[in-house]
């Protein structure tokens, strides 16, 4: 075969050939499925180390019974009119200790009486919180204020401990304010590693918005799976962007039924006040952070230094490991608003750590208390 026909087939032969070539360069799409690259191993993350382990297990405790509460809402900006909604259940965490502060063991709930504006409170929930897992919400300062003076470091030392004296059954979550807005990095979990993987990845940027952050913490811990809560705040106290004032943060503290631990990050260095010429971002708002706490029932450490936030996470560990668990159902009677508690022993005046009230309706009382009314 010659002539134009034979160029034309020679030309059809070489075309085929060059398919065939490119389709086994390829390695797929043409007839052959590609073979995926095998996957990098994964690396566990490293859990944080801070001196020796503790060779002695922790015992557990059997499944408790906590009385159920409103579930969370998901993460909204603060209303200003939320500050006026009714608790639905009032749950009161209690330190109890003896003038050495030491926790008192052992008291039974006919030992105790909880007072609403004076009056005994008929509770339908009491128990000791001794040595249970906790849910620890860590609701972390992220501002660029947060870079100054080394009070990141500092930060990071103190979870550093606290994830580290975990007990089994210990949960946390990681909440970041920065930039104006908080958004969660962690959700709840037992894995101490993933905590601190992201604690580590922080880096100090943009505004405050320390009020507005903090009334959102409460529904939050909701989400942790033991009875005992707390939130560990890690600030310098700045705010500078918050839609919330500090009278309206007042009024959110007034419902709030998780204990709030401040770690206030200031070196001894740095004054309480700005000095002339001094930027306001380096000073400690103890006020604010002092209100937060007592509000709370929680208690407020200071410094920047390892040894003093060693000793503070130890401290609310102890408090954490030895509360009472105090609650009762409101009766939807008679106004809402702030109704002050207090907690009566048998045994005697003893220092009592506790939230200072509730915002609702009237408490159900007990039948001495209804008749004296």
Same mark, same amino acid.
């Given at each position: 075969m010659t002539?134009?026909?034979?160029?034309?087939? *020679?030309?059809?032969? $070489?075309? /085929?050939a060059a398919l065939r070539v490119s389709a086994q360069s390829l390695g797929g799409g043409f007839g052959r499925t590609a073979t995926p690259a095998p996957a990098p191993p994964q690396r566990p993350a490293p859990v944080p180390q801070l001196g020796r382990v503790p060779a002695t297990p922790t015992p557990q405790l059997a499944p408790r019974t906590t009385p159920a509460r409103p579930a969370p809402s998901a993460v909204t900006e603060p209303q200003r009119q939320q500050?006026?909604?009714?608790?639905?259940?009032?749950?009161?965490?209690? #330190?109890?200790?003896?003038?050495?502060?030491? @926790?008192?063991? &052992?008291?039974?709930?006919?030992? #105790?009486? !909880? /007072? %609403?504006?004076?009056l005994p409170v008929a509770?339908?929930?009491?128990?000791? %919180?001794e040595d249970a897992p906790v849910s620890f919400t860590l609701l972390l300062d992220g501002s660029g204020s947060m870079g100054l003076v080394g009070k990141m470091d500092a930060a990071r030392a103190a979870i550093r401990t606290l994830l580290y004296n975990r007990k089994p059954g210990d949960d946390f979550c990681l909440h970041v304010f920065s930039e104006g807005s908080m958004r969660q990095v962690v959700p709840f979990t037992t894995d101490a590693g993933a905590i601190w993987q992201a604690v580590l990845a922080i880096k100090p940027w943009g505004k405050t918005a320390f009020y507005d952050?903090?009334?959102? $913490?409460?529904?939050?811990?909701?989400?942790?799976? +033991?009875?005992?809560?707390?939130?560990i705040l890690l600030t310098d106290g700045l705010d500078n962007a918050s839609k919330l004032t500090r009278q309206?943060?007042?009024?959110? *503290?007034?419902?709030?039924?998780?204990?709030?631990?401040?770690?206030?990050?200031?070196? %001894?260095?740095? =004054?309480?006040?700005?000095?002339?010429?001094?930027?306001?971002?380096?000073? !400690? +708002?103890?006020?604010?952070?002092?209100? #937060?706490?007592?509000?709370?029932? &929680?208690?407020? %450490?200071?410094?920047?230094?390892?040894a003093t936030l060693e000793a503070a996470v130890a401290s609310l560990l102890r408090d954490l490991r030895s509360q009472y668990l105090i609650g009762f159902t409101p009766? &939807?009677? &008679?106004? #809402?608003?702030?109704?002050?508690? @207090?907690?009566?022993?048998?045994?005697? +005046?003893?220092?009592?750590? $506790?939230?200072a009230g509730y915002r609702g309706t009237e408490p159900p009382? !007990? =039948?001495?208390?209804?008749?004296g009314k």
């Amino acid at each position: 075969m010659t002539g134009p026909r034979a160029i034309a087939v *020679l030309v059809t032969l $070489m075309s /085929l050939a060059a398919l065939r070539v490119s389709a086994q360069s390829l390695g797929g799409g043409f007839g052959r499925t590609a073979t995926p690259a095998p996957a990098p191993p994964q690396r566990p993350a490293p859990v944080p180390q801070l001196g020796r382990v503790p060779a002695t297990p922790t015992p557990q405790l059997a499944p408790r019974t906590t009385p159920a509460r409103p579930a969370p809402s998901a993460v909204t900006e603060p209303q200003r009119q939320q500050a006026e909604v009714a608790v639905g259940y009032v749950l009161v965490p209690a #330190v109890i200790t003896d003038r050495k502060g030491r @926790t008192v063991a &052992g008291l039974k709930q006919k030992q #105790v009486t !909880l /007072l %609403s504006d004076g009056l005994p409170v008929a509770l339908d929930f009491f128990e000791r %919180s001794e040595d249970a897992p906790v849910s620890f919400t860590l609701l972390l300062d992220g501002s660029g204020s947060m870079g100054l003076v080394g009070k990141m470091d500092a930060a990071r030392a103190a979870i550093r401990t606290l994830l580290y004296n975990r007990k089994p059954g210990d949960d946390f979550c990681l909440h970041v304010f920065s930039e104006g807005s908080m958004r969660q990095v962690v959700p709840f979990t037992t894995d101490a590693g993933a905590i601190w993987q992201a604690v580590l990845a922080i880096k100090p940027w943009g505004k405050t918005a320390f009020y507005d952050a903090l009334a959102k $913490m409460p529904g939050e811990s909701l989400q942790g799976k +033991n009875g005992s809560r707390a939130i560990i705040l890690l600030t310098d106290g700045l705010d500078n962007a918050s839609k919330l004032t500090r009278q309206e943060l007042s009024a959110y *503290l007034e419902g709030i039924d998780v204990p709030v631990y401040p770690l206030g990050l200031r070196s %001894s260095a740095i =004054p309480l006040k700005a000095e002339k010429g001094q930027s306001a971002e380096t000073v !400690l +708002n103890l006020e604010v952070l002092g209100e #937060v706490a007592r509000a709370s029932g &929680g208690r407020l %450490s200071v410094g920047t230094d390892t040894a003093t936030l060693e000793a503070a996470v130890a401290s609310l560990l102890r408090d954490l490991r030895s509360q009472y668990l105090i609650g009762f159902t409101p009766t &939807g009677k &008679g106004p #809402v608003k702030f109704r002050k508690l @207090t907690l009566r022993l048998d045994s005697g +005046n003893k220092p009592v750590r $506790m939230r200072a009230g509730y915002r609702g309706t009237e408490p159900p009382l !007990l =039948p001495e208390a209804r008749a004296g009314k």
